[in-house]
């Protein structure tokens, strides 16, 4: 499946910018409602952009579900973003000024994303999420220190905990300098405290 190939865009021109966000919505949702989220980050030489999934979907099961279950929209989904990522590198922007980031459907293909593809990013942060598949794989290669941030409820009725807790063995293990946060009781959403401290990785980057 390729998915749609004109992401929704807002920020400085990529051309132009010092850095940049690469935002993955959820199932159901759409590049243009996760786009706005970048009203919360008060810089204006960024470049943000986000992937639109085909009737706003980017796999049709669970993320739990076997890998082969959820093709080719999973990979359809992957390419999406790295279109987007190598996009923004041709312009100049250097990976490790790029912040990957996605809620719920999108969060659990931008971890997939990054560790499938690990490199020195500026960050990834995934809301809700976790690698994809009925058992974490095994990822190789080193993501040198790169800030990612995994947020999620305890009681989230469409991620369990755990997988929240096997996607950070997953990318300690590919060298990333990972800050886990698990709200108790949240539900399935994004707040405050996720919020206030993607400003700070994005006021980094």
């Known amino acids: 499946m390729v998915h749609e190939n004109t992401p929704a865009r807002a920020g400085a021109d990529p051309s132009e910018a010092n850095a940049a966000v690469v935002m993955t ?7 243009r409602s996760i786009l706005a989220m970048h009203r919360e980050f ?8 986000a992937p639109q999934a085909t009737n706003n979907t980017w796999y049709p099961h669970s993320f739990l579900e076997p890998v082969e279950k959820n093709e080719p929209g999973r990979t359809g ?3 999406a973003i790295d279109r987007i990522v190598e996009g923004f590198v041709d312009d100049g922007i250097e990976r ?3 912040l990957l980031m996605g809620f719920s459907q999108g969060a659990c293909l931008t971890s997939e994303y990054a560790a499938t593809r690990p490199e020195r990013y500026g960050g990834v942060a995934a809301l809700s999420g976790g ?5 974490v794989g095994e990822y190789e290669g080193d993501m040198a220190g790169t800030e990612v941030f995994l947020g999620c409820s305890d009681v989230d ?16 293990s590919l060298g990333a300098d990972v ?5 108790e009781g949240m539900g399935h959403g994004v707040n405050e405290d996720e919020l206030d401290y993607l400003r700070g990785v994005v006021a980094d980057l």
């Open 25 to 31: 919505h959820g199932r159901g949702a759409t590049a």
């Open 42 to 49: 008060p810089r204006d030489d960024v470049a943000y952009a």
């Open 77 to 79: 989904g992957l390419d």
């Open 96 to 98: 490790e000024n790029v």
């Open 131 to 135: 690698v994809i598949g009925d058992e």
């Open 157 to 172: 009725p469409h991620i369990p905990v755990e997988r929240v807790h096997d996607t950070r063995d997953v990318f300690e």
């Open 179 to 183: 800050e886990e946060r698990i709200y």
